[in-house]
């Protein structure tokens, strides 16, 4: 920590599972909050303060294993990552690649297995053939909130046809922090937080969408 302060970092020590901690860290203006730590209560009481303090904010945890899966999800987690699965891919890879699996389809195995584990990564696992595309036209995630008056609210995801744009709803998070799988039947609120996915351009339309129609 005091390395990092003489360097000119901002660092913060204290317990996560603290308000007080959290909110010196930055909570109110933060983009994204990774819990890193493997310990359950801690993480139960991070998402708690979030929930509470800045439902907007997307949080990512690291487990163990999927044991406490659906408690983290339930209590506001966007994404958990077991490092039993990512350990699992990488034995897998190297010992299909060790017996003679050619690369390419090993690459493919691992991609579909987390294709099918992580929502918000959905499609984002590309191979080495895609390294030399234009990065600035890649697909990545966006972050948007309802404000009051957006023109989306009380709209449902079906007619703002966020699909005919590229986009796709990855996640969606009420204002209470609760986590909601996203249908075309979803009627978005006030203060509903989507995670969208798309490239640059079809993003920065299909938020104009939401908050002006």
Same mark, same amino acid.
């Given at each position: ?30 983009? =994204? ?6 310990? &359950? ?17 997307? &949080?990512?945890?690291?487990?163990? +294993? +999927? ?29 299909? =690649?060790?017996?003679? &699996? ?7 195995? &691992? ?10 990564? @959905? ?13 600035? +036209? ?31 709803? =990855? ?11 996203? =249908? ?24 104009? @969408?939401?908050?002006?129609?």
């Amino acid at each position: 920590v005091r390395q990092a302060a003489a360097a000119g970092d901002s660092v913060v020590f204290g317990d996560a599972a603290r308000l007080q901690a959290l909110m010196a860290a930055g909570l109110a203006r933060a983009s =994204a909050v990774v819990v890193t730590y493997l310990d &359950v209560p801690g993480a139960m009481k991070v998402l708690a303060n979030t929930r509470a303090h800045a439902p907007q904010v997307p &949080v990512i945890v690291r487990t163990q +294993d +999927d044991h406490d899966l659906e408690k983290l999800q339930a209590a506001g987690a966007t994404e958990v990552v077991p490092e039993a699965i990512e350990g699992s891919l990488m034995l897998a890879s190297h010992a299909l =690649a060790l017996v003679g &699996v050619p690369m390419r389809r090993v690459i493919r195995v &691992v991609q579909d297995q987390r294709d099918a584990r992580y929502n918000l990564l @959905r499609g984002y696992f590309h191979g080495a053939d895609d390294d030399n595309a234009d990065e600035l +036209d890649h697909e990545r995630l966006n972050t948007f909130t309802l404000t009051p008056g957006a023109r989306a609210i009380g709209q449902t995801l079906e007619r703002l046809s966020l699909q005919g744009l590229g986009v796709r709803v =990855a996640s969606l998070r009420r204002q209470d922090g609760q986590p909601r799988v996203p =249908a075309e039947d979803t009627v978005l609120s006030d203060g509903d937080t989507l995670v969208l996915s798309g490239k640059p351009a079809a993003l920065a339309m299909a938020i104009e @969408r939401l908050q002006k129609g």
